[in-house]
């Protein structure tokens, strides 16, 4: 079964604290992992695309990187304007060419000032 | 550029009640989709559209209708409601089948 995990389920930092936010998966002929963030009452926002093992991808204080198994979210001296959900997602390929994107349950990072 | 709009944010509805949320994107995307996110879980896909007119099921469809008969918007129905529909609703659309979606804000619906 194709199946996302995502660990921790919950992350508190002291600001400036760096930390790595782990999403393993079981999907058989990988077509992508997304990340997003999720700031509370609000939908998620699109972060990065990774398509291949050993791709990397920044964005401020974040990067994500991909290997066969798992994508790891690191954070670096992450600041209290980082806490947020943050969700990672793999697309699984369906009949007729369309992808469903299975999401994790997400990690929640507090950081703390 | 609004993106993605949802009405209503918040509701609640009575067992056996219907209701219907609106979408609306006005980023001229093809897809559009609609999903639900429960504690402990992840955004579970509800169904979706791959262009105007067309509609498809999800993971979770069961007890919900969709419409989509402009390509802007894309409507989710509840006939009768149940407890079980309890959740935070979430549009969302993309250009193409690349799944890096545009979500809205988000239904907080409660069914008492």
């Known amino acids: 079964e194709d199946q996302v995990t995502q660990s921790p389920e919950a992350l508190r930092l002291q600001e400036g604290e760096s930390s790595s936010l782990n999403c393993s998966y079981t999907?058989?002929?990988?077509?992508?992992l997304f990340w997003y963030r999720q700031d509370p009452g609000k939908g998620p926002e699109f972060l990065f695309t990774l398509y291949s093992a050993g791709e990397e991808k920044e964005k401020e204080r974040l990067k994500a990187t991909l290997t066969k198994k798992e994508s790891f979210l690191h954070i670096t001296a992450p600041k209290p304007e980082d806490s947020a959900t943050y969700l990672c997602?793999?697309?699984?390929?369906?009949?007729?060419?369309?992808?469903?994107?299975?999401f994790g349950i997400g990690t929640k990072l507090q950081v703390i000032p | 550029n609004a993106g993605v709009t949802q009405t209503p944010k918040f509701r609640v509805l009575k067992t056996g009640q219907s209701m219907t949320l609106l979408c609306a994107q006005d980023m001229n995307h093809e897809y559009m989709y609609w999903y639900r996110q429960d504690p402990g879980m992840g955004l579970r896909l509800i169904h979706y559209?791959?262009?105007?007119?067309?509609?498809a099921k999800g993971e979770v469809p069961d007890g919900y209708n969709v419409s989509r008969l402009k390509k802007q918007n894309f409507l989710l129905g509840l006939e009768s409601a149940a407890p079980s529909q309890t959740s935070v609703y979430f549009c969302?659309?993309?250009?193409?089948?690349?799944?890096?979606?545009?979500f809205g804000q988000g239904t907080r619906l409660t069914v008492v």
């Open positions: 997602a793999v697309p699984i390929p369906e009949s007729g060419g369309y992808q469903k994107v299975t």
């Open positions: 559209s791959v262009g105007e007119g067309t509609t």
């Open positions: 999907v058989s002929g990988l077509r992508g």
């Open positions: 969302a659309s993309s250009f193409d089948r690349r799944p890096e979606a545009f």
